[in-house]
């Protein structure tokens, strides 16, 4: 479990004035956890970000309490996609709560490898249930059932370690195989054969009276 430093922010505090100083406002909450305004270093979050995603469980100590959380939501800055604000959501030991849990896609697809196909990832993420402390980080689609294009990975078919339920409605598509698209012919315009025999010809006449010599003045 990874942990990070808080300190108690206190309300009205000038939130820009405090990112520039390297620090995130951010609020902890929870069913038995009151809000609490905080704030956290802006360097050690971006290391547990990456670490433990969203499904991953921190640990906060501070002044402001010790609470075991998830990052819930994190508001990032329109223009250079840096975070401006975290909500840290503070669960209750021993009981199972629903989170959203990143897919990674493994194995090959004799579909895509031999048929020339397009792997369609449908879905990126899957809705489960589980004790906070035993949430995976993500969830593996073994796309090597994927043998022809009309074969489908449907949320059922995961393999979901012990204590972890599927929220998810079972008969979703999580992924399938395209057939590879047909080069279709350029179509072109119809020649006239008569306008080209027209033009040839009036092409001649004019030659023709120009190589015409002129009459011998008498």
Avoid at 3 to 9: A, F, M, P, V
Avoid at 54 to 62: A, F, M, P, R, T
Avoid at 113 to 127: N, T
Wanted: hydrophobic share 40%; net charge negative.
């Amino acid at each position: 479990m990874v942990t990070l430093d808080i300190k108690t922010r206190a309300k009205g505090e000038d939130n820009d004035a405090l990112r520039k100083t390297g620090f995130l406002p951010s609020v902890v909450y929870g069913k038995k956890t009151p809000s609490t305004a905080v704030s956290i270093s802006m360097k050690d979050f971006m290391k547990v970000w990456k670490e433990a995603g969203e499904s991953g469980v921190v640990s906060l100590k501070g002044d402001a309490g010790n609470f075991d959380v998830l990052i819930h939501e994190v508001s990032c800055d329109p223009v250079s996609d840096k975070p401006i604000h975290v909500d840290f959501y503070a669960f209750e030991k021993g009981k199972k709560i629903e989170v959203d849990v990143p897919l990674e896609f493994v194995g090959v697809s004799p579909a895509v490898k031999d048929l020339g196909g397009s792997l369609v990832k449908v879905m990126h993420e899957i809705k489960i249930s589980a004790d906070p402390m035993h949430i995976p980080h993500s969830v593996e689609v073994d796309i090597s059932a994927l043998v022809t294009f009309e074969s489908q990975v449907l949320a059922s078919d995961l393999k979901l370690p012990a204590n972890v339920d599927l929220v998810e409605n079972p008969e979703a598509v999580v992924a399938s195989a395209a057939a590879p698209k047909e080069d279709e012919p350029e179509e072109t315009a119809p020649v006239d054969l008569s306008a080209i025999e027209v033009e040839k010809k009036g092409k001649v006449e004019e030659e023709g009276s120009a190589e015409t010599p002129a009459p011998e003045a008498k």
